[in-house]
C-alpha cells in the first residue's frame, strides 16, 4: 500500500491486488458490534521522517497522542514496564533483585563468548536470573520453540541497545537516545491502523491507482529473468494481469511456491524450509467501563496461554461505541492448523474469559460477548537454518530484472509496520529512480534502526 502510494505521486497507474476482504495485513482493524479490535497493537512510532509525515499527512486530525502504559505480569504481581524502582523491588523483594544484580555482574565478566542464540544474547546483557525471569517464558509463548533455538538475529534486531544497564539508567535518568521498547508516548488512529490503511487506499484510488480486495494471486508467470504477469482468482474466474514491475509482499513460500515456470529445486526446497508463527486474538466486550489503566500488558504467567492483553478503549476512547464497556484483545500465539488454531471460536471464548478473570482483569460474569480473528503467517521464525534458507531464495530473487520483495513476510524478518513501509518507498526509489537501495538491510543496518541516534 505505501509503494502504490508513492507510486501515484509520480503519475503511475499501479494495481494493488489483496487477497483479503480488507486492506493492511495485520495493520489492520477489525469490526465487531461496532467494537474496534487492532490485531497486534500497532503503535506509531518511528525515527524514520518519510514514514512520520507519511502518517500525519495522511490521518491529520485523526491522528492522536496517546500515552503508554504497559506493564509485566509476573509470579501474580504486575511490573511496570518500563521499569520503576519502587515497584520493581516491592514486588521482587531486595533479595531477589540482589540475585538479579549478582546474575548480571556475573555474566560481563563471564559472558558468553557466542551469541548464537536468544538466550545465550540476552543473557550476556541481563544475567541468567532476569532471562529466566522476565524472558524465557513470554518469548517461548510467542515462538512455540526454546529460547536455544531461537537465533540471536531475533533479539539484536528487536531489543537493540536494551540491556539492564540502559534499563536500570531509564529508572532514574531520562536517556539521551530514544530506545523504543522504552517509549512512553505513541501515536495511534482514532479507530486503529486499519483507519490509516483505508485512508491510503482512498488517496491511491482518487489518483487512478487500483486496489482491489479479495483477490489472490495463485500464478506468478516469468520469462526468463522477468515476471511478465501474475493470475489472478477472483469471484471463482482467473483472470492474467501484465505489468513492467513487480512488487510483492507476499509470504516467501507462498511466492516461490506459485512460480510459473517453477524456482529451481534448491530455492524451492528452502522456501519450503522457512517456518512462520500465527496468532489468534480472542476479543472479548466487557460489562464495565474501567477494567485497568494499561494499554497493553505482557503475560508471563506459564499457568495460562495468553501472551499478551491489549486493553483498546485506553488505545483510543473510539474503539468501543459505549463508553460503558470495554474491549479487550487476548493474544494466543500458536501455529496455523495446530490444536489451539482449530478450537472453536465458542471454546477459546470461554479460555478467554477464565483466564482474564484468574489474572484478575475482569471478571468472568462480567464478560457479554467475544469473537475470535485468526491471522497465519504473523511471524517469520528465526530458527537455527532461516539464514541458509533465505541466502539461498535471495540469490536467485536479486537475478530478477524487474521484481522487488517487501515487507515482513516478503522479506522474512520481523519488522515493524514503520520498516515495512520504508521497504515499499525504497523499492519505489529504485524503481523510478535506478537507485540500488537494499531492502533486505531494512531494520538491519545502523542507520535504519528505530534505535539509532538521530
Known amino acids: 500500500m505505501t509503494a502504490a502510494y508513492d507510486l501515484t505521486r509520480f503519475n503511475l497507474r499501479p494495481i494493488v491486488l489483496e487477497k483479503h476482504n480488507k486492506v493492511g495485513g495485520i495493520a489492520c482493524t477489525e469490526n465487531y ?26 490521518l491529520k486530525e485523526d491522528f492522536l497522542s496517546r500515552p503508554r502504559l504497559s506493564r509485566i505480569y509476573y509470579n501474580r504481581k504486575f511490573f511496570y514496564y518500563p521499569f520503576k524502582p519502587i515497584n520493581v523491588l516491592t514486588s ?58 531461537l537465533k540471536a538475529e531475533w533479539a539484536a534486531q528487536r531489543i537493540k541497545d536494551l540491556s539492564l544497564k540502559t534499563a536500570l539508567l531509564n529508572m532514574f535518568f531520562r536517556p539521551k537516545k530514544t530506545i523504543k521498547t522504552l517509549i512512553e508516548e505513541f501515536h495511534y488512529p482514532r479507530r486503529g491502523p486499519g483507519m ?81 508463527r500465527g496468532f489468534l486474538s480472542v476479543c472479548l466486550i466487557v460489562n464495565k467501563p474501567d477494567l485497568f489503566p494499561d494499554t497493553w500488558i505482557y503475560i508471563h504467567d506459564p499457568g495460562v496461554k495468553v501472551a499478551r492483553i491489549q486493553n483498546f478503549k485506553n488505545w483510543s476512547p473510539e474503539m468501543v461505541p459505549d463508553p460503558a464497556r470495554t474491549g479487550l484483545g487476548l493474544e494466543y500465539f500458536c501455529n496455523e492448523g495446530d490444536e489451539l488454531w482449530n478450537t472453536p471460536d465458542a471454546d477459546l471464548i470461554e479460555v478467554g474469559k477464565v483466564e482474564a478473570d484468574r489474572i484478575g482483569l475482569a471478571r468472568y460474569e462480567d464478560v457479554e460477548d467475544g469473537c475470535v480473528f485468526r491471522i497465519p503467517k504473523t511471524y517469520p521464525v528465526y530458527d537455527h537454518d532461516y539464514s541458509k534458507n533465505l541466502a539461498i531464495i535471495r540469490e536467485f530473487l536479486d537475478g530478477q530484472e524487474n521484481f522487488q520483495t517487501i515487507g515482513r513476510n516478503g522479506l522474512h524478518r520481523y519488522n515493524n509496520m514503520d520498516h515495512s513501509m520504508l521497504t515499499g518507498m525504497l523499492a519505489v526509489r529504485n524503481m523510478i529512480f535506478g537507485e540500488k537501495n537494499d531492502l533486505w538491510s531494512v531494520n538491519a543496518e545502523p542507520e535504519y534502526h528505530e534505535e539509532s541516534s538521530k
Open 196 to 276: 490509516m490503511w483505508n485512508a491510503v487506499k482512498e488517496k491511491i484510488e482518487q489518483q487512478n491507482g487500483v486496489v482491489r480486495l479479495q483477490s489472490n494471486v495463485i500464478r506468478i508467470c516469468r520469462s526468463g529473468n522477468r515476471i511478465e504477469s501474475v493470475v489472478v482468482s477472483s469471484d471463482g474466474r482467473e483472470e492474467v494481469i501484465h505489468g513492467t514491475d513487480f512488487i510483492s509482499s507476499m509470504p516467501l513460500m507462498d511466492f516461490i511456491k506459485i512460480l510459473d515456470p517453477p524456482a529451481p529445486p534448491s530455492v524451492s526446497s528452502a522456501a519450503q524450509k522457512l517456518k512462520y
Open 92 to 149: 521482587l523483594g531486595i533479595w531477589e533483585s540482589a540475585l538479579i544484580i549478582l546474575s548480571y555482574l556475573k555474566w560481563q565478566f563471564f559472558p558468553y563468548r557466542h551469541e548464537d542464540t536468544l538466550d545465550q544474547w540476552v543473557t550476556n546483557r541481563f544475567g541468567k536470573r532476569l532471562f529466566q525471569t522476565f524472558f524465557k517464558t513470554y518469548t517461548e509463548k510467542v515462538w512455540g520453540i526454546p529460547c536455544s533455538e
Open 33 to 58: 458490534k461496532d467494537f474496534y479490535f487492532d490485531m497486534g497493537g500497532h503503535r506509531f512510532f518511528s525515527k524514520i521522517e518519510e514514514v512520520n509525515d507519511m502518517w500525519h499527512k495522511i
